[in-house]
């Protein structure tokens, strides 16, 4: 495969992920009450979901960085570039197949702002699925 996916192309991304990551906290606060519905759960649930919410911002704040620092090891076709790039590109694909199967859409307020932010994340969250697919593939295709 001759035609790899550009610097600058992985570095938004990266970004983006790190975004993402960042304005979650803000967005489950104001816009989906998410603490108070935490609320209502046992003490040992509550703090089982919010470990999960931490893991998954982690995870999206690593992946970014790994993907700013590491631009060049994410494309060099090595095991571990398929590796990598495999688990980042299934996390994202399966947040994209999760947003759009199991989460009901129709509870967010329908002002516009929350359907144009709603239309940006979910953008990105299939940008990211693609570019990591993307890299999945031509790694790959080195790799064996």
Do not use: C
């Not at 104001?30 to 982690?58: C, M, S």
């Not at 688990?87 to 329908?110: C, D, H, N, R």
């Amino acid at each position: 495969m001759k035609f790899i996916i550009p610097d600058w192309l992985i570095i938004l991304g990266a970004i983006r992920q790190m975004f993402t990551a960042l304005i979650y906290p803000y967005i489950r606060h104001v816009f989906f009450d998410w603490y108070n519905d935490i609320k209502k759960l046992k003490h040992l649930n509550q703090e089982i979901a919010k470990t999960y919410g931490r893991y998954i911002l982690g995870l999206n704040f690593s992946f970014g960085l790994i993907s700013i620092l590491l631009t060049d090891e994410l494309k060099n076709q090595t095991g571990l570039a398929v590796a990598i790039t495999g688990l980042i590109a299934a996390y994202w694909t399966g947040k994209v197949i999760t947003q759009f199967s199991y989460y009901p859409m129709y509870e967010i307020p329908k002002k516009i702002i929350f359907r144009v932010g709603e239309g940006l994340m979910n953008t990105m969250f299939i940008s990211f699925a693609v570019i990591f697919i993307w890299l999945f593939i031509y790694n790959l295709s080195g790799f064996l």
